[in-house]
Structure formats: structure tokens, C-alpha cells
């Protein structure tokens, strides 16, 4: 079945500097893929959903970019600010799975200000 | 204001009791799921529902059961807890069982097995 592999787990960043996670998959029929935050102590939050056909998805602050050729998913945060810190997971939806996401096992990020 | 709610958010129990967890949603999703989470482990599904009495196990459903009995109200209970099960629970809801469905997480209950 499909498997997430996100990296790194950790991830700590200058206030201004760029952040980037990364997620890699293995099914090729996979077709959604999400982000989500999770601040500390509290629930997970959509950041972005990105559908298989979109490569570059621009949100507030952060670029979401899909390489299917690589089946590799990345979070770039663009200069990032003490309120960016959080854990991030990213979630992949495949064919083979219709009735559910799979989960990479998240990035704590760090903004040092 | 599309929600989910859980309760309680703390709880603290004995090895052997009992726990009933509970989850509402106010937007009418088909689909429930309740997850596990602990650190390195990331989000662990437990049970997903698809609808009233429409239940299946996830991952690892073991020492885990769950009841739907009206579509906006989910459960999970643990019989005779074990301190394994020490973890944050969420639940969350989707509209139907498509893959493209965004999830909704609930606030999560933090569960102590002691």
C-alpha cells in the first residue's frame, strides 16, 4: 500500500529564512495531497489541498510544489515568522485508498526570532 | 460554523477501566474517523465510519471499539484500558469517502492510563 515518508522531523530556522518539508510517496495513483498544520497543543488545520494536476500552489506566505515525476511533495515557506512554529503533516489520498488519507508522521518547525 | 467537537479534553484513568471518548459533528459528514497520536508516530487511524453502523478498522483497531448510532455523534471506547493507550485522541470528519474530502480535526482528548 502506499507509504508517506516526510522529512526532516525537525526543522529549526532564523525569523526571515526559508523552510522546506518535504513528503515522498509511493503509489503513482495517488491524486490528493494535503497540508496541515498543528500548533502546539492544538488540533490539525488545513493549510492547502493539491490536486494531482496542479504542480505549483501558491498559499499565504507558503508554496506548495508537486513533482510527480518524483512522487515528492514539498512545503516552502517563505520567510518565515515565529508564528509559522509548529508541527506540519502532510497527506496523500491514492486511488488504491478511496476511503483514506495517509499521513507522513510530521516536521516540527522552529522560529528562532 | 462548520465544527468538531470532543469530549472530555483530559482524562486521566486506572489500568482496566473503562474509557468512553466522544466526538459530534455539526456538519452532516458521511464519513468519522478517530486517530491516535504520540510523538515520532504521527497520526494513527484507529476507526474510520462511513456512516450510521458503518464501521470499519483502521491501522490498529486492536483494544479499540467504536459505535455510530446517529451520524453526528461518534465514539470510542476502550475496555479495560492499558498504559499503551496513553496518547491524544482526535477525531475527524470528512463530507463522504472520496479521497478528495478535506479531513476536520476535532481539539483532541489527551488520555492518561496510569
Not at chain 1, 48 to 54: G, I, L, Q
Not at chain 1, 58 to 66: I, Y
Not at chain 2, 16 to 38: A, F, I, K, P
Request: with cysteine; net charge neutral.
Amino acid at each position: 500500500g502506499e507509504q508517506v515518508e516526510q522529512r526532516p522531523p525537525h526543522l529549526s530556522v532564523r525569523e526571515g529564512d526559508s523552510a522546506v518539508i518535504t513528503c515522498t510517496y509511493t503509489d503513482p495513483n495517488s491524486y490528493y495531497f494535503f497540508w496541515y498544520k498543528q500548533e502546539p497543543g492544538a488540533s490539525l488545520q488545513l493549510l492547502m489541498k493539491v490536486f494531482s494536476s496542479t504542480e505549483i500552489n501558491e498559499g499565504q506566505g507558503f508554496t506548495v510544489l508537486l513533482n510527480k515525476k518524483d512522487k515528492r511533495l514539498s512545503l516552502n515557506l517563505t520567510a518565515a515568522h515565529p508564528g509559522d512554529s509548529a508541527a506540519y503533516f502532510c497527506a496523500v489520498s491514492a486511488d488504491t485508498n478511496a476511503y483514506k488519507v495517509i499521513f507522513g508522521k510530521g516536521t516540527h518547525l522552529h522560529v528562532l526570532p | 460554523d462548520m465544527k468538531v467537537t470532543q469530549m472530555p479534553r483530559y482524562l486521566i484513568k486506572r489500568m482496566g477501566e473503562n474509557v468512553l471518548l466522544e466526538c459530534g459533528q455539526d456538519m452532516s459528514h458521511e464519513t468519522m474517523y478517530w486517530y491516535r497520536q504520540d510523538p515520532g508516530l504521527g497520526l494513527q487511524l484507529i476507526y474510520i465510519s462511513y456512516d450510521v453502523d458503518s464501521n470499519s478498522e483502521g491501522d490498529i483497531p486492536k483494544g479499540y471499539r467504536v459505535s455510530r448510532k446517529k451520524r453526528e455523534h461518534f465514539s470510542l471506547i476502550l475496555d479495560s484500558a492499558k498504559t499503551n493507550q496513553t496518547s491524544v485522541y482526535f477525531c475527524a470528519s470528512s463530507l463522504r469517502q472520496a479521497r478528495q474530502d478535506t479531513q476536520y480535526f476535532g481539539p483532541g482528548t489527551r488520555l492518561l492510563v496510569l
